[in-house]
């Protein structure tokens, strides 16, 4: 069973920086996208940042210039760096992944739990 576990979430005062990160483990034959989204309270969940395996990388425009997500691949981890951090990027961050489990398995699109990223004002 694959699991996605999501870590560096917190509280932050504007302008400040975090980083986050998203280990996936389990039974994972081949990695290809990963991401991360987010849900402000009230509202949907959103795209923040997707990096293909051959580390093609694509950001929502709210964020462009300001977070860089990478992966490394021999860990099947992938990081977000947040810098510049304003309130509205307050919400929880979801870890997403799209893997075949085994050699006979189909793409599957999997799922965190969460972490929840604050910034003050």
């Known amino acids: 069973q694959v699991q996605l576990v999501e870590s560096g979430g917190g509280l932050v005062q504007a302008g400040g920086s975090l980083r986050l990160s998203c280990a996936a483990s389990?039974?994972?034959?081949?990695?290809?996208?990963m991401g991360w989204y987010r849900q402000a309270p009230g509202k949907q969940r959103e795209l923040v940042a997707t990096?293909?395996?051959?580390?093609?990388?694509n950001y929502a425009d709210s964020v462009k210039g300001r977070f860089t997500i990478s992966r490394d691949n021999a860990k099947n981890t992938v990081y977000l760096h947040m810098n510049s951090l304003k309130p509205e990027d307050t919400a929880v961050y979801y870890c997403n992944a799209l893997l075949r489990e085994t050699f006979y398995s189909g793409w599957e699109n999997h799922w965190g739990k969460g972490t929840l990223v604050t910034v003050s004002a």
């Open positions: 990096i293909i395996s051959d580390e093609t990388t």
């Open positions: 389990g039974s994972i034959f081949r990695l290809n996208v």
